[in-house]
């Protein structure tokens, strides 16, 4: 059975940082592309940023570009999303996915930018 399983959100004042992290487990994770995605009440999921499975490839959203990273451990079977400068506009629940032929989605972490 596949999981992935988010951790790493809360709350955070405009400006802070905040990792979060997602392990994966019951896939080959090294053959998973792996994103980040965000969703806030009423709006669409919407993609954060893409690493590919050799993690030299990334792709990011235009509003989170030189502030957030991707990066991914295959050794641990986890993907990582750095989030520097935070906004609260960047205020969402944040979800991890992997995708290779069939796609997984983990359960999502809350991200919460307010003073």
């Known amino acids: 059975q596949v999981q992935l399983v988010e951790s790493g959100g809360g709350l955070i004042q405009p400006g802070g940082s905040?990792?979060?992290?997602?392990a994966a487990s019951g896939l080959t994770f090294s053959r998973y592309a792996m994103s980040w995605y965000r969703q806030v009440p009423g709006k669409e999921?919407?993609?954060?940023?893409?690493?590919?499975?050799?993690g030299n490839?990334?792709?990011?959203?235009?509003?989170v570009k030189g502030r957030f990273t991707i990066s991914?451990?295959?050794?641990k079977n986890t993907v990582y999303l750095q989030m520097n400068s935070?906004?609260?506009?960047?205020t969402a629940v944040y979800y991890c996915q992997a995708r290779w032929f069939?796609?997984?989605w983990g359960q999502g972490t809350q991200v919460t930018v307010s003073s």
């Open 18 to 22: 905040l990792r979060l992290s997602c």
């Open 45 to 54: 999921r919407e993609l954060v940023a893409r690493m590919a499975t050799a």
């Open 57 to 63: 490839s990334t792709n990011y959203a235009d509003s």
């Open 72 to 75: 991914r451990d295959n050794a």
């Open 86 to 90: 935070l906004k609260p506009e960047d």
């Open 102 to 104: 069939s796609t997984y």
